[in-house]
């Protein structure tokens, strides 16, 4: 079911009467609803509804899928072809809607149609992103959480901890690689500050160079003093990452060149010509970023999908790449153009609005708020996550009791057990936690709340906001980030009455 929930390909069940049963994430996307009925006939073009009606109130199905006209929920018009599988006793059908054959492709109108409908697939294909980006995170919480213990246990081994530190730097990795996914399916947004283009690239290039292959020779230029952006200089070091990494795998083998330059420049409108990025940017000073490579270079063909996911000219499977580097660049405002040719090499220049003020530098874990003890309800369905947690805040003077549902947190506050602060994820069935909050915050309009996910701040801020006084923490957290946050909201809770503490 999980599968079918997120699932690129637009999928139904449908009732004799045509009424949605039920429908997986794409489908709502391509007919822009969630709610079951007969809304989404509405997106028919009127020959085609007609003719859909018909063949569905046959007895038999064509056996070749029926294509058929409509428009999705921006009004775009698309042609699809509806697979349908047989009549259950009740009726009712599943469906599957799909792209035209790629054989039956034409110039001109039809071409567009395809256009379009490769932006649906698009779509869709953010939709599976987001939601497996979420789910990773779950893991990779209970995954570094798990490591953390270990490290912290005083009986473990020196083999037994390289072993951990092994596993928790490739959990790291993980939780950056899911962060693209975030970022490349539009849910992750940038916390901006300043940081200096120029320090980024020498902090990264001197990170790549021992993976760098010996036949390729890796230079960095900075040019100018002040390189400052607004951004977010994870996703900025992502970005560098990714370019020279492209850049000297497309090194043709015997001795290769990749150099990075960084300098200031005043950018006119021209310089935006062919480039890909934020909508509106408007010429004045920027910082550019270069990376060229004296590759094999790319043709008109393959320069035209080089930003699309998952689409390499190597071996497959090498990820997001280039469609991350251009969501980056879009969420700091800026522009990012590729010129290519065969047998010529690739340069990419990255063009990002300069900032004013000094950068911020890399930021150092601060100490733990000192509190007293304090009692944690830790609410999540997931048991290895909510174990992790609790261990994790055990060991830094949290008292915790740990529960499975917003039920069962209900019942327990219910009974006059005192609690500090609540602790509960967003994302859960029957009550989510956005639920949960507003019922505690009813009960108890003191009693502080912290809400955590998979998903990026910004993309469930809405959900946090509509709990009153709700924090966010986001998945995966180490133990003394997540007691920071858990103190600091306890530590700017008002005043409220406590409640006897019957335990």
Not at 217 to 227: N, Q
Not at 329 to 358: D, F, H, K, N
Not at 405 to 432: H, K, Q
Request: with cysteine; hydrophobic share 45%; net charge neutral.
């Amino acid at each position: 079911m999980w599968l079918w929930a997120r699932s690129p390909v637009a999928q139904a069940f449908l009732a004799a009467d045509g009424r949605v049963l039920r429908g997986n994430l794409a489908w709502h996307a391509l007919f822009g609803s969630e709610r079951v009925g007969y809304a989404w006939r509405a997106s028919f073009e009127p020959e085609s509804l007609l003719q859909f009606d018909e063949a569905w109130a046959s007895v038999a199905w064509p056996s070749e899928a029926p294509r058929w006209r409509i428009r999705d929920r921006q009004g775009r018009g698309l042609e699809v072809q509806f697979w349908v599988g047989p009549r259950e006793p009740s009726g009712a059908r599943a469906v599957g809607v799909t792209p035209r054959d790629e054989a039956s492709r034409r110039d001109g109108p039809d071409a567009r149609v395809d256009v379009a409908m490769q932006q649906q697939r698009l779509e869709s294909l953010t939709i599976l992103a987001g939601g497996i980006a979420h789910d990773f995170n779950n893991l990779l919480t209970a995954m570094l959480g798990s490591v953390q213990l270990g490290l912290g246990d005083p009986e473990v081994s020196a083999l037994q901890r390289d072993r951990l530190d092994d596993i928790g730097r490739a959990a790291q990795q993980a939780a950056r690689l899911t962060r693209e996914m975030l970022v490349f399916a539009g849910r992750a947004r940038f916390e901006p500050e300043r940081v200096s283009v120029g320090e980024v690239a020498s902090e990264m290039a001197a990170l790549l160079r021992p993976v760098v292959p010996s036949r390729v020779r890796l230079g960095v230029t900075v040019e100018a003093r002040d390189t400052v952006v607004l951004g977010e200089r994870g996703a900025l070091g992502q970005l560098v990452i990714n370019l020279v990494s492209n850049a000297f795998e497309a090194s043709v083998e015997g001795e290769g060149v990749v150099e990075v330059r960084v300098l200031r420049a005043t950018v006119d409108a021209d310089a935006f010509a062919n480039s890909l990025g934020a909508d509106g940017v408007a010429p004045g000073a920027f910082v550019v970023l270069t990376v060229r490579d004296a590759g094999l270079g790319m043709g008109p063909e393959v320069l035209a999908r080089a930003c699309e996911p998952f689409f390499t000219t190597r071996f497959s499977g090498r990820g997001l790449g280039l469609a991350t580097v251009l969501g980056v660049v879009r969420a700091m405002g800026g522009r990012l153009r590729i010129e290519s040719a065969p047998g010529e090499g690739t340069l990419v220049t990255v063009l990002l609005p300069s900032a004013q003020g000094e950068a911020v530098r890399a930021k150092t874990p601060q100490g733990p708020i000192p509190v007293a003890p304090s009692r944690v309800l830790v609410v999540d369905d997931d048991p290895r996550v909510r174990s992790m947690v609790m261990a994790l805040l055990t060991r830094r003077n949290f008292e915790v009791t740990a529960v499975s549902c917003g039920a069962e947190a209900l019942a327990i506050l219910d009974a006059a057990i005192r609690f500090d602060v609540v602790l509960a994820d967003l994302t859960m069935p029957v009550m989510s936690g956005e639920e949960l909050g507003q019922a505690v915050f009813a009960r108890a309009p003191g009693l502080p709340l912290v809400l955590m996910s998979g998903y990026d701040r910004e993309d469930v801020a809405p959900r946090v906001a509509r709990v009153p006084g709700a924090d966010f923490v986001q998945k995966p957290f180490s133990g003394d980030a997540l007691a920071r946050v858990l103190r600091q909201q306890i530590s700017n809770a008002q005043p409220r009455a406590r409640e006897p503490d019957d335990r």
